[in-house]
């Protein structure tokens, strides 16, 4: 097959096909113009890729643009292509507190103490938690866990909660994916004489919080440069960690060296549910991860595979769509609107039959998630409209009512981000104590987590924190007006005027002919996709609508006619009522479609269909 004319050189302009503001406002550029990649270093990459005999030389060319495009080098494609935890790992010692973590870890070990970990309720609290508990069930130990719920405790650690493990007995905690903004808390923590032990992710001020050791890659002075990890991440490099110095303890003896590697699946799925930048090390966790998920030996992940209808799917591949899509939902149901210690079970258990169970349960939890979503969104949606918040000039929209379940403020947050194309907070206010609690999304160029961190520094904020692209906070009813004028405020100022314009980057223009699995199988050099290195994005000029209808959910489905005669199925998810399912149900000529290519294997047939993002009018 030719693909001569898969990447037009004519295309390439800025803007990329003269698109400064799609259906949706967004403006496109070319990926590989942003990364001002030069023409020798993509000649490289293309050689490179040609002496590693990972493509047939058809696909040489769009293949090292798509890499280029990414930011690798020619010194790192080897790396990128191959991401192996021998190349990437880190010192241990480079993470601030990490040896001295190690250290109280072990000694209370030793001591037979009672240890606890204390862990966020979503995902990579789960997988971190049940990393640390698996590790010491191996050394004979084991430790009890504590997760807050989420609606009547609130993110982190407390006062109260460190009250109740005192009084059962604890001698140490091991906060995992939470701590590192924990101040009052953990002051009260050193007051009761309770030690604490903190491994994080989040963004942090200069001053870390009191306690035996906080390790966290996102701490200011640590030298890691591992700040992409998330906390299952960080979690799994103190383990190696543990294994180091316990082995030089002689603790191994009589009972062997665990195994990391039959853990990593769980570092992997925490790293990819928390949307961490998959890059560096982190690749490398998320990529041979997923290989150790696919073995399916975890209990708990298997049975929510099984749950979810893809038991048909043992022996393949896992990819970031499970981990994303059918695992993690199901796992963080029980921290949204069910029992918030269910994630950290479920993926602890050994026994097959408590891991169905739990499954069960998990999955009855994530149909109620999806029907409270539905409702919170709609509302959402509504409330912005009537209170003039959208649409409207500001860089952040915060919406703010009563009675919003807080499990689902994020995603709602997340689905409102990503119809309009703007940070969004969205805030449930208890009724009676007037107390809201918030969660935000954000996009490329803006970190939230940053600017929630400031309104905290403020004092306009109970608690407030996160990263770049997600953020939680509490806060008085009273202050939200006032919050929301300090964070559009504090984005303006920080935030160059350029990046608060959206702009989508595109990997190449395609014609619908060029469209087909052949190149669909060879994206597979670039998994695993996610943040930090997203699925090729394509744009099909000029094309017109053959054929759409609306589906169940909003979701469009439609077929692409170009004018050599190639049709390609398509779709578009929840665009119904939007300009982009407008465009498609009652076109009015040709458009320009972004989209990703996606595999279309119902009844056999390996074929390929487009997973439409964006739309420009011709």
């Given at each position: 097959?030719?693909?001569?004319?898969?990447?037009?050189?004519?295309?390439?302009?800025?803007?990329?096909?003269?698109?400064?503001?799609?259906?949706?406002?967004?403006?496109?550029?070319?990926?590989?113009?942003?990364?001002?990649?030069?023409?020798?270093?993509?000649?490289?990459?293309?050689?490179?890729?040609?002496?590693?005999?990972?493509?047939?030389?058809?696909?040489?060319?769009?293949?090292?643009?798509?890499?280029?495009?990414?930011?690798?080098?020619?010194?790192?494609?080897?790396?990128?292509?191959?991401?192996?935890?021998?190349?990437?790992?880190?010192?241990?010692?480079?993470?601030?507190?990490?040896?001295?973590?190690?250290?109280?870890?072990?000694?209370?070990?030793?001591?037979?103490?009672?240890?606890?970990?204390?862990?966020?309720?979503?995902?990579?609290?789960?997988?971190?938690?049940?990393?640390?508990?698996?590790?010491?069930?191996?050394?004979?130990?084991?430790?009890?866990?504590?997760?807050?719920?989420?609606?009547?405790?609130?993110?982190?650690?407390?006062?109260?909660?460190?009250?109740?493990?005192?009084?059962?007995?604890?001698?140490?905690?091991?906060?995992?994916?939470?701590?590192?903004?924990?101040?009052?808390?953990?002051?009260?923590?050193?007051?009761?004489?309770?030690?604490?032990?903190?491994?994080?992710?989040?963004?942090?001020?200069?001053?870390?919080?009191?306690?035996?050791?906080?390790?966290?890659?996102?701490?200011?002075?640590?030298?890691?440069?591992?700040?992409?990890?998330?906390?299952?991440?960080?979690?799994?490099?103190?383990?190696?960690?543990?294994?180091?110095?316990?082995?030089?303890?002689?603790?191994?003896?009589?009972?062997?060296?665990?195994?990391?590697?039959?853990?990593?699946?769980?570092?992997?799925?925490?790293?990819?549910?928390?949307?961490?930048?998959?890059?560096?090390?982190?690749?490398?966790?998320?990529?041979?991860?997923?290989?150790?998920?696919?073995?399916?030996?975890?209990?708990?992940?298997?049975?929510?595979?099984?749950?979810?209808?893809?038991?048909?799917?043992?022996?393949?591949?896992?990819?970031?769509?499970?981990?994303?899509?059918?695992?993690?939902?199901?796992?963080?149901?029980?921290?949204?609107?069910?029992?918030?210690?269910?994630?950290?079970?479920?993926?602890?258990?050994?026994?097959?039959?408590?891991?169905?169970?739990?499954?069960?349960?998990?999955?009855?939890?994530?149909?109620?998630?999806?029907?409270?979503?539905?409702?919170?969104?709609?509302?959402?949606?509504?409330?912005?409209?009537?209170?003039?918040?959208?649409?409207?000039?500001?860089?952040?929209?915060?919406?703010?009512?009563?009675?919003?379940?807080?499990?689902?403020?994020?995603?709602?947050?997340?689905?409102?981000?990503?119809?309009?194309?703007?940070?969004?907070?969205?805030?449930?206010?208890?009724?009676?104590?007037?107390?809201?609690?918030?969660?935000?999304?954000?996009?490329?160029?803006?970190?939230?987590?940053?600017?929630?961190?400031?309104?905290?520094?403020?004092?306009?904020?109970?608690?407030?924190?996160?990263?770049?692209?997600?953020?939680?906070?509490?806060?008085?009813?009273?202050?939200?007006?006032?919050?929301?004028?300090?964070?559009?405020?504090?984005?303006?100022?920080?935030?160059?005027?350029?990046?608060?314009?959206?702009?989508?980057?595109?990997?190449?223009?395609?014609?619908?002919?060029?469209?087909?699995?052949?190149?669909?199988?060879?994206?597979?050099?670039?998994?695993?996709?996610?943040?930090?290195?997203?699925?090729?994005?394509?744009?099909?000029?000029?094309?017109?609508?053959?054929?759409?209808?609306?589906?169940?959910?909003?979701?469009?489905?439609?077929?692409?006619?170009?004018?050599?005669?190639?049709?390609?199925?398509?779709?578009?998810?929840?665009?119904e009522g939007t300009a982009l399912g407008d465009a498609l149900l009652r076109p009015s000529g040709k458009v320009h479609v972004l989209a990703r290519l996606k595999a279309d294997d119902y009844m056999g047939r390996r074929g390929i269909q487009l997973e439409i993002e964006d739309i420009a009018l011709v």
């Amino acid at each position: 097959m030719s693909l001569s004319a898969v990447l037009d050189p004519s295309k390439v302009s800025e803007p990329y096909l003269g698109v400064t503001a799609s259906l949706t406002g967004r403006g496109w550029s070319e990926r590989l113009a942003a990364q001002k990649v030069a023409p020798e270093t993509l000649r490289e990459i293309t050689q490179r890729l040609g002496l590693m005999n990972v493509a047939e030389p058809a696909f040489l060319d769009p293949l090292a643009r798509f890499i280029a495009g990414r930011g690798i080098t020619p010194d790192s494609l080897d790396t990128f292509i191959h991401p192996t935890l021998k190349a990437l790992f880190p010192d241990p010692s480079s993470f601030m507190d990490m040896d001295r973590a190690v250290e109280a870890m072990l000694e209370a070990l030793q001591a037979k103490a009672k240890i606890c970990v204390f862990a966020d309720y979503d995902v990579d609290g789960a997988t971190s938690a049940a990393q640390l508990v698996r590790w010491f069930r191996h050394m004979g130990h084991d430790l009890t866990v504590y997760v807050p719920d989420r609606v009547t405790e609130g993110y982190g650690p407390s006062n109260a909660a460190f009250d109740t493990l005192k009084r059962q007995g604890a001698d140490l905690v091991i906060t995992v994916d939470c701590g590192a903004m924990a101040h009052r808390a953990l002051d009260h923590a050193a007051e009761i004489g309770l030690d604490v032990v903190v491994i994080d992710h989040h963004l942090m001020r200069e001053d870390p919080p009191r306690a035996l050791a906080v390790v966290n890659p996102n701490r200011p002075g640590c030298t890691s440069a591992q700040g992409n990890l998330a906390a299952a991440g960080v979690v799994f490099v103190v383990l190696a960690a543990l294994n180091r110095e316990a082995e030089k303890r002689g603790l191994f003896a009589g009972r062997g060296r665990p195994d990391l590697m039959q853990w990593l699946d769980l570092s992997a799925l925490g790293a990819i549910c928390d949307v961490t930048a998959l890059t560096g090390f982190n690749r490398a966790l998320a990529a041979q991860g997923l290989k150790i998920m696919s073995q399916r030996k975890n209990p708990g992940i298997n049975a929510l595979m099984d749950i979810a209808g893809s038991a048909s799917e043992a022996g393949k591949l896992m990819s970031t769509f499970h981990s994303g899509f059918v695992i993690g939902p199901r796992i963080n149901a029980g921290g949204r609107v069910g029992r918030s210690d269910l994630g950290v079970r479920l993926l602890s258990t050994d026994d097959p039959v408590e891991a169905a169970s739990l499954a069960q349960e998990l999955d009855e939890l994530n149909r109620l998630r999806r029907d409270v979503e539905t409702q919170v969104l709609e509302q959402a949606a509504r409330v912005a409209e009537d209170q003039g918040l959208w649409p409207s000039d500001d860089p952040v929209i915060v919406v703010a009512h009563q009675d919003w379940h807080p499990g689902v403020i994020g995603i709602v947050a997340g689905r409102l981000r990503e119809r309009w194309h703007r940070p969004v907070i969205i805030i449930g206010v208890d009724p009676v104590s007037g107390m809201g609690k918030g969660s935000g999304r954000s996009q490329a160029g803006v970190n939230l987590g940053e600017a929630v961190g400031a309104a905290f520094e403020s004092g306009l904020l109970l608690s407030g924190g996160g990263h770049a692209m997600a953020a939680g906070l509490s806060v008085e009813r009273d202050r939200i007006a006032d919050l929301r004028r300090f964070l559009n405020d504090y984005i303006h100022t920080h935030v160059a005027e350029a990046d608060q314009v959206e702009t989508v980057e595109i990997d190449a223009a395609l014609s619908l002919k060029a469209a087909s699995r052949d190149l669909f199988d060879r994206f597979d050099l670039l998994a695993p996709f996610g943040q930090g290195n997203p699925e090729p994005l394509l744009a099909f000029t000029d094309v017109r609508v053959a054929f759409a209808q609306a589906m169940k959910g909003g979701h469009v489905r439609c077929e692409l006619l170009d004018d050599s005669g190639a049709k390609v199925k398509a779709i578009i998810w929840r665009a119904e009522g939007t300009a982009l399912g407008d465009a498609l149900l009652r076109p009015s000529g040709k458009v320009h479609v972004l989209a990703r290519l996606k595999a279309d294997d119902y009844m056999g047939r390996r074929g390929i269909q487009l997973e439409i993002e964006d739309i420009a009018l011709v």
